[in-house]
């Protein structure tokens, strides 16, 4: 448990399953400009959609360029992966700052991210993050740690319990979706955490930890989210998690959101990562290549972050 400015984290043990994956069909950069422009009547900008502090020339945004084989790392959240083409890959990050600074700065549900943007944003409302956390983050028990109170477990065993315990706790990830329909910063009030979820679901694993963030929020004037479809889903490449649909406006801008919590083999954290297209249109890329494609690694978060040092919970915990 720890605390920042007006925030607090709450920790609590729960769960994982596994899932098939509907894939996303593709659409020509040109045919969502022209699907765009004719619902918008004239050209559309979709930086209002960005989540509260976010903006691509802002100080906290650096872009990151691709290596000789065309490939881009992001360390500090542990993935590598090819850009859709002619996509821009920035990493947003908070830094160091004080109490003060952070609680008008600072959107806690958006302190660590990486964006990949299309070039055609903000006219076409497209981009893809990816993070560990957003409001509630989630952390895999390693098998090496179940092992310690259970030596004879398989990783057959394993990947089913983990599976489970997210097929069981499912409506929590949903009940957190909702972080872009709020502004945090300058003197919001606690608005919007109604527990969308059981605190007494069923027996599971315990596979899973769960952080969840409270901090001050108010709802981002003319903004609204839809109902959130969920469907287990699994890739080739050994990933596995959630897949959460639903559409989002924001300041005005309304936005499909396809949304992946994913557990990757030899990880502890989750990764969240969220394709964002405009209402009237599709992704201009094959969502499912690029999941395939990335490869995960241990993020290297700074300390401001609010997971850091998160995996020695596990040894406080069992």
């Not at 050994?238 to 499909?256: E, I, M, P, Q």
């Not at 954290?269 to 964002?276: G, H, W």
């Not at 290549?289 to 990335?294: F, K, N, P």
Request: aromatic share 10%; net charge negative.
């Amino acid at each position: 448990m720890r605390k920042r400015g007006a925030a607090f984290l709450a920790a609590v043990c729960l769960a994982l399953t596994a899932c098939s994956l509907s894939d996303s069909s593709s659409q020509t950069v040109q045919d969502i400009m022209s699907g765009v422009n004719e619902k918008n009547g004239g050209e559309n900008d979709s930086s209002a959609a960005l989540p509260e502090t976010v903006s691509l020339d802002s100080e906290r945004m650096t872009e990151l360029t691709a290596d000789s084989g065309g490939i881009t790392e992001c360390e500090q959240m542990g993935v590598r992966l090819k850009l859709p083409s002619q996509f821009k890959a920035y990493f947003y990050g908070i830094g160091e700052v004080d109490p003060e600074e952070y609680d008008k700065t600072v959107n806690p549900s958006c302190t660590h991210s990486l964006f990949l943007v299309s070039p055609y944003f903000p006219q076409v409302c497209e981009y893809v993050r990816v993070s560990t956390d957003r409001n509630i983050a989630a952390e895999v028990l390693p098998i090496e740690q179940a092992r310690k109170n259970e030596p004879r477990l398989t990783q057959e065993e394993y990947i089913r319990r983990v599976k489970s315990d997210l097929a069981l706790y499912s409506e929590r990830f949903i009940a957190y979706e909702n972080a872009d329909l709020y502004n945090y910063t300058g003197g919001g009030k606690n608005e919007g955490y109604a527990q969308g979820f059981s605190t007494d679901i069923g027996a599971g694993y315990d596979m899973i930890l769960f952080t969840e963030l409270k901090s001050p929020r108010t709802q981002a004037p003319n903004s609204e989210i839809s109902d959130i479809s969920c469907e287990e889903t699994e890739f080739d490449n050994g990933a596995f998690g959630l897949r959460l649909d639903y559409t989002l406006k924001r300041n005005g801008v309304s936005a499909k959101k396809e949304v992946y919590w994913l557990a990757a083999p030899g990880q502890t954290l989750m990764r969240r990562i969220e394709f964002t297209t405009d209402i009237g249109g599709k992704a201009s890329f094959d969502t499912k290549s690029l999941l395939e494609g990335i490869e995960f690694s241990s993020p290297k978060l700074p300390e401001s972050d609010l997971m850091h040092g998160y995996e020695q919970m596990w040894q406080e915990e069992t």
